[in-house]
C-alpha cells in the first residue's frame, strides 16, 4: 500500500474516533483545502458528466430543456446544477445531501470559475444563505428518504449511489416510484470501483473484493463508506423498486486493469458473478418511473 493511502487511513481513522461533531468539521476543513486548490478541475471533470447526462437523454430524444430535477448527493459546490442551468436550460434543481457541504466562500470561488472559464455570470440571490441562484434549492442534512419531494421529472445522481447502503437504495427508489410522476427519468451515474485505488495507483480497481463483508466494515470509517455492489446488484434494486430500465452502459476492463484484477483474490461472496460483472466500471443508468 502507498504512503498516501495510508496516510489518508490513519487519519480518517483518527477522525473517526472523535466525537461525530468535531470528526466532521476537521473533515470538511481537509476536503475544503483539497476541493477549494482543485476548482477549476473540478468543473472540468464535471463538465464530462453533464455531457454524458445530455448524451444519455438525446439517445432517447429527450433533454434537460424545462424540467424540474432532483439531484441526489450535491457534493461540495453545485457544479452539475450550474451546468444544467446555464447550458441546459433547467426549469428548477433541488439538490440534496445527507451532510451540510456548501458555503458562501466556496460557492463565489465556484462563482468565479465559471465566470473567467465559460463566461457564464452567475446571478446570485443576495437573500439566499449560499447566494445561491434562485433556480437553485439547497436541502443539506436531509435524508431523502423521509423528505417531502419537490416536483421533479428528472432525478440525477454522480458518484453517489456507491456510497449509499443498500437498504437505503431500495427506499429511496420505492419513494421515486410511489411519489414522483408516471414517466419521470432517472439518471444515475455510478462508480463501482475501489476509491482506494486512486490513491494508490498499485491497487486494483477491484481490490477490496478480496475481503468478507465484516473485514471490509473494519476497513472502512463514516468518512468513505463504499457498498461494493456489483452492477447485476443495483440493476435488482432498480427492478425490484418496480423502474423500467431504459439505458445501461459501463467501462470494460482494459488488458492493464484485467490483469490486476485477475490477480486479486476474490471473496466468496462474489464467486457467484462473471468477470465482466465484478469488473463493470462507470456504470450510468436510465430509469423510467
Ligand atoms: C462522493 S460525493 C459526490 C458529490 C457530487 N455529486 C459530485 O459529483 O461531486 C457523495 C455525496 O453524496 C452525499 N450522500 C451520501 N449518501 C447520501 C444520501 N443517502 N442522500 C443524499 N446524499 C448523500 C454525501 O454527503 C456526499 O456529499
Not at 477522525?15 to 481537509?30: C, N, R, S
Request: hydrophobic letters at 35%; glycine letters at 4%.
Amino acid at each position: 500500500m502507498s504512503l498516501k493511502l495510508r496516510l489518508k487511513e490513519r487519519l480518517f481513522l483518527i477522525l473517526d474516533l472523535l466525537p461525530e461533531k468535531q470528526g466532521f468539521y476537521f473533515y470538511h476543513k481537509i476536503q475544503d483545502t483539497i476541493n477549494g486548490e482543485n476548482m477549476s478541475q473540478r468543473v472540468k471533470t464535471n463538465e464530462q458528466s453533464f455531457e454524458v447526462l445530455k448524451r444519455l437523454l438525446q439517445q432517447k430524444d429527450l433533454s434537460i430543456e424545462g424540467k424540474n430535477i432532483l439531484e441526489i448527493g450535491s457534493g461540495w459546490v453545485p457544479i452539475m446544477p450550474y451546468f444544467m442551468l446555464y447550458r441546459g436550460k433547467a426549469k428548477s434543481i433541488s439538490t440534496f445531501d445527507l451532510n451540510r457541504h456548501f458555503s458562501k466562500n466556496k460557492i463565489s470561488r465556484l462563482n468565479e470559475v465559471f465566470q473567467s472559464e465559460y463566461g457564464i455570470r452567475v446571478t446570485q440571490d443576495s437573500t439566499n444563505p449560499y447566494r445561491l441562484p434562485k433556480k437553485i434549492t439547497y436541502y443539506p442534512n436531509t435524508d431523502l428518504i423521509n423528505a417531502d419531494l419537490p416536483e421533479a421529472e428528472l432525478v440525477f445522481s454522480r458518484f453517489v449511489l456507491e456510497h449509499v447502503k443498500p437498504d437505503d437504495l431500495a427506499l429511496m427508489h420505492e419513494k421515486f416510484k410511489r411519489e414522483l410522476k408516471p414517466g419521470s427519468l432517472i439518471v444515475h451515474l455510478i462508480s463501482p470501483s475501489d476509491h482506494r485505488a486512486y490513491v494508490d495507483k498499485n491497487l486494483s480497481l477491484q481490490d477490496f473484493l478480496q475481503y468478507s463483508e465484516a473485514e471490509w466494515k473494519g476497513k472502512q470509517t463514516k468518512f468513505d463508506y463504499h457498498n461494493r455492489l456489483r452492477l447485476p446488484q443495483y440493476l435488482a434494486i432498480f427492478k425490484a423498486a418496480g423502474l423500467e430500465l431504459l439505458h445501461v452502459e459501463y467501462d470494460k476492463p482494459g488488458a492493464d486493469t484485467f490483469k490486476r484484477f485477475s490477480s486479486v483474490p476474490i471473496h466468496e461472496d462474489f464467486k457467484n458473478f462473471t468477470d465482466e460483472e465484478l469488473t463493470a466500471g462507470s456504470i450510468n443508468v436510465v430509469l423510467k418511473l
